[in-house]
């Protein structure tokens, strides 16, 4: 059947303007629904920061207040009608301290009395008075009075009904205070002060986002504190309703929460009868954090109407164009057929062909014109298109690569090996650029031996990260379990010198430790010499076996050296991005500082190590940008139980 060229050229149109409308109904939506997400996102973080401040506003007081009366017991020794009348007088000057009780440890204050703590607190319009301490009430095993004495350190307790001293739900600051004898400050006991948590849930009860939203409020260790859901407060915590429920994502959500992250993510729907999404954020004084939760449903609702309207315009506009196209069509047959032959020339990339000869000054005069502009710049066009192209995607092939050679390789589980309780192990890269030639791996050789090993190559970015998994893939080739850890340094010292056009080079530490004896046998080519945390703060450096860089010379021999690992060692393995890290000064981390950092750490977890060494190689550092990548390998040898 023959067809018009008006129906013909309605076809070509028609589902070109629908695939087109249909992108950019498809941008627009994705575009208003990152708008939307990040608007809410934004209101949420408002919302929380803004409950945090009012939660500061009230704990930063509280804990001052508990503070000053702790420094006051220790420097004046008050009698104990002063102690009576400052703990009136703190719940006098202070109306958010529900209680305050100074408390003594056992015979600490009067030899006679095995418990000694007054304690003020709220009732009604007016101040009570009581004395904590008896059989059913013995507070010197609880926590608010025996995490401070024991860790030395100040402690906000999880929220608790305490029963024999405030009656209510609360939550307690203690602060240790001390005395002196023989020249040595001893614990003596702990100031307190209680906050009631009705004011609390008030603020996170007053966050409402949208009709169903809301927020709650997590512990330290994850307990419900507030939430609209009453039967879950403190009855529930995040990781039960995660296991009840099996919901596995909401357990990483409570871990992220208890660890001091702010986070924007999904929420299951255990907690939520909806699809929804949380953001959350700590609150720094008491290590608690809160979580505010939307419905998706209710934040995109405006945006799949407006959808739905756009379609109905779209399908509207669609009927008119073929109207349009009708018309036109009849109108433009002619002129457009002269047109026709080079059209199909130009479209088979014949750009310098002649066109016909148009002499109207009409809507085809333009097009002529335009026509021959079209050929001009196509050509033109199309070359720096192949040259950009070509550019674009081989940067793009090399970050894709480079990027999953550093997520590939590297061990990011950790613990790594849960049933073997000789060994704990921990680890970290941070590299200085989008990828680094940082590496680090560890693995079993047999029931026994554990390998582990560290290096830093030469340079950085894409080039450094090929190297870096040509090294640890070589590495993995060659290890065997009865090859001595010289040979296995030889040979792949061997396989990165041929060839070795670049001139790249690694720093390389490898060693192994046979898990029953504790002997550690290692060989270092060229980099940072581990160190050795021993018991009584001691920190050794491991000698030495004067190796030369792997990649420079083939054939060159290496030397291994031996130790004896001793259970609660710590070995501590790193590239020199940590001691090189400079701050705005220049000024360098050292191997120095980083020996003395690590005295007090015998019998750590690594994970703690090695965070709270990157924290001070970070507090060094400053505003300073990193300028190389750092890495931290640490094992604790437990021995055999």
């Known amino acids: 059947m023959k067809r018009s060229f008006a129906i013909r050229l309605t076809l070509y149109i028609l589902p070109f303007a629908t695939l087109l409308f249909l992108v950019m109904l498809l941008v627009y939506y994705g575009f208003s629904n990152r708008v939307l997400t990040q608007s809410a996102k934004s209101n949420a973080e408002s919302l929380a920061k803004g409950a945090v401040h009012q939660m500061e506003q009230v704990l930063l007081p509280v804990e001052n207040v508990a503070k000053s009366l702790a420094l006051y017991v220790e420097l004046f020794n008050p009698d104990e009608e002063s102690i009576r009348y400052l703990l009136r007088q703190t719940i006098s000057k202070f109306p958010d301290v529900y209680g305050s009780t100074i408390a003594f440890g056992p015979y600490a204050r009067d030899p006679g009395r095995l418990y000694y703590a007054p304690y003020a607190y709220q009732q009604g319009d007016s101040i009570a008075e009581s004395w904590l301490g008896n059989q059913d009430y013995k507070y010197f095993y609880l926590d608010w009075y025996q995490i401070p004495t024991t860790l030395n350190k100040t402690y906000w307790s999880e929220p608790y009904y305490d029963e024999g001293g405030g009656n209510i739900l609360m939550s307690t600051y203690s602060v240790p205070f001390y005395k002196t004898v023989d020249g040595r400050r001893q614990v003596t006991g702990v100031v307190t002060a209680d906050v009631a948590l009705q004011w609390l849930t008030k603020i996170v009860e007053s966050i409402k986002i949208y009709e169903r939203g809301f927020a709650f409020l997590l512990s330290p260790t994850g307990t419900i504190i507030s939430h609209p859901d009453s039967s879950l407060i403190m009855h529930e915590s995040i990781f039960s309703v995660s296991r009840e429920k099996n919901a596995p994502e909401l357990r990483t959500i409570g871990r992220d929460m208890i660890a001091g992250n702010s986070g924007f993510t999904r929420m299951p729907t255990v907690l939520f009868k909806d699809k929804a999404r949380v953001y959350y954020l700590p609150i720094p004084s008491n290590q608690w954090s809160i979580g505010i939760v939307f419905p998706q449903r209710e934040l995109y609702a405006g945006l799949q109407k407006m959808t739905i309207y756009l379609v109905i315009l779209g399908i509207i506009g669609f009927l008119l164009l073929w109207l349009v196209i009708q018309n036109v069509t009849r109108k433009v047959t002619v002129p457009l057929k002269r047109f026709a ?42 070359e720096n298109l192949k040259v950009t192209t070509a550019t674009k995607e081989k940067i793009e092939s090399e970050l894709r690569i480079a990027n999953q050679i550093q997520m590939g390789m590297i061990p990011k589980i950790f613990p790594p090996f849960p049933n073997r309780p000789e060994i704990d192990i921990y680890a970290m890269l941070k590299p200085a650029r989008e990828v680094g030639g940082d590496l680090y791996d560890f693995f079993f050789l047999d029931e ?194």
């Open 341 to 382: 032959e080079s059209a199909h020339e130009i479209a088979g990339g014949r750009f310098d062909v002649a066109l016909p000869d148009i002499r109207t000054e009409d809507e085809m005069g333009e097009m002529h014109h335009a026509f021959d502009y079209l050929q001009k710049q196509l050509a033109v066009y199309i």
């Open 448 to 641: 026994d031996k554990f390998c582990f090993a560290i290096g830093d190559v030469s340079g950085k970015g894409v080039p450094a990260a090929l190297f870096m998994v040509v090294t640890r893939t070589l590495l993995r080739s060659l290890v065997t379990k009865d090859m001595p850890i010289d040979e296995i340094v030889r040979q792949l010292n061997n396989s990165l010198s041929k060839e070795n056009e670049s001139n790249m080079f690694v720093t390389f530490f490898i060693g192994i430790v046979n898990l029953s004896t504790g002997r550690l046998e290692y060989v270092n080519a060229g980099h940072n010499p581990p160190y050795v945390v021993r018991e009584g703060e001691q920190v050794t450096t491991l000698e030495t076996t004067k190796g030369m860089a792997l990649g420079f010379i083939e054939g060159q021999s290496f030397h291994f050296g031996s130790d004896r690992l001793m259970p609660g060692d710590l070995l501590v393995s790193f590239t020199d991005g940590v001691t090189e890290a400079a701050n705005l000064q220049d000024e360098l981390y050292g191997d120095e500082r980083l020996r003395r950092f690590l005295k007090p750490f015998h019998g750590s977890h690594p994970e703690a190590l090695v965070r709270q060494v990157l924290q001070d190689v970070a507090e060094h550092a400053g505003t300073a940008p990193q300028s190389d990548d750092i890495t931290l390998l640490t094992i604790r040898f437990k021995g055999l139980n």
